[in-house]
């Protein structure tokens, strides 16, 4: 009898404790029903239901989190209401309401499905598709409250950049192109087209590159430029995220498209595929683009330095000489051109058997003052502090001391 008496009331304290969850959120329905409510009792209200969100019995239910979304999207529009009123408000925790009531709503979109069924209680099956016939409660109001705070999101994501939240910038961006591209969007006929979800795909990218999460940024920007976003910015962003990856074929097929789009009007992209070049022994490809760029711009120092690299390789270093000298005339403080036409007038000297003849000092103090230079501008080159450190001795300067 004992036994029994223990089920029952185990049995009664655990109907009293899903009742007291189902209350709970019954009491916050009502709650947020009033017309004097404020930001503090909205998270009040939220802070209440946050126990029926977890509990096994009122989890699972779409009115609980469906609740839980629309108590998160009243306090960010009570922010944005007293901001528009003078009032100084969060931006940060305004934005952090709005994503949290995304994700709510979302959980509660999942759960929102109910099988309808006939008067014996049988599933009714849809003559279309075949399938169960299902119903639901929240899902248009859920949906009508995204859509109609879609643009919201793209603002706050810009207020989470500019506070170097850039975890949050990059979901809040998120969250609105998966709204703006969405069905219910285009229900509505507020879909975004391909260039401003583009734009928007760009900075999220941006985001997630300033983030140091490379994978996700070269994604974004792939995305940003497919959907015809190709702005330089995108290209340089994208370059550096691939290098931080050290994803070589990627980087050279991006800085090619770079370069066919924007044209010979930064180096950078040239140096890239003249590099790669150079590692694959494509030489016919890097004399054709660099004859190239420098037709269409003879005034850019890198275009003659690398050239110069170039015919060193294939015909020697007399042949790369005026190459290098055309760079420095262009610029007398490229650091490149500078060690690079220093390099060649020392390698011509260390090939001469007797390195203190006058032929090869001669060469060795025409090389200095280019690699002096070089040095005052790149000074943590160890390479050329070793040239240096080796042209001083031979020539027994106290210069060797200095380095």
Known sequence: ????????FVMFAGFNLVYA?????????????GLTL????????????SKALEHEETKEKAETWWLAGKIQYSI???MMNNKASGEKVNPLEAGLALIDGYDKFQVALVNDSVIVTDKKGNPVIDKKTKKYKVKTKYSQDIMNRIVAHMVDYSAVAGDF???NDWLNAYRAWDIYCEIATSEWAKKKKIAEPDSVIGYNRFFQGLAAYQAKDYDKAIIQLANARNLGYRKKALYDTWIDALIQQQDTIYLVSVAHEAHDMLGANDPRYVHILINHYLKTKNYDEANNLLDEVIESDSLVADYYDLKGRLVEIEHGIDNSVPYYQKAIEINPEHPMALFDLGNALYNKAIIINDQRSTEARNLYAEALPYLEKAYKIMPMNEVLKNILSRIYYVMGSSKLDSL
């Open 1 to 8: 009898m004992r036994k029994i008496v223990i089920a029952i």
């Open 76 to 78: 960010y529009d009570m």
């Open 21 to 33: 969850q189902q209350r709970i959120v019954n009491e916050v329905k009502k709650e947020i029903s």
């Open 161 to 163: 950049y500019l506070a």
């Open 38 to 49: 404020t930001i503090d009792s909205y998270k009040n209200s939220l802070k209440k239901i």
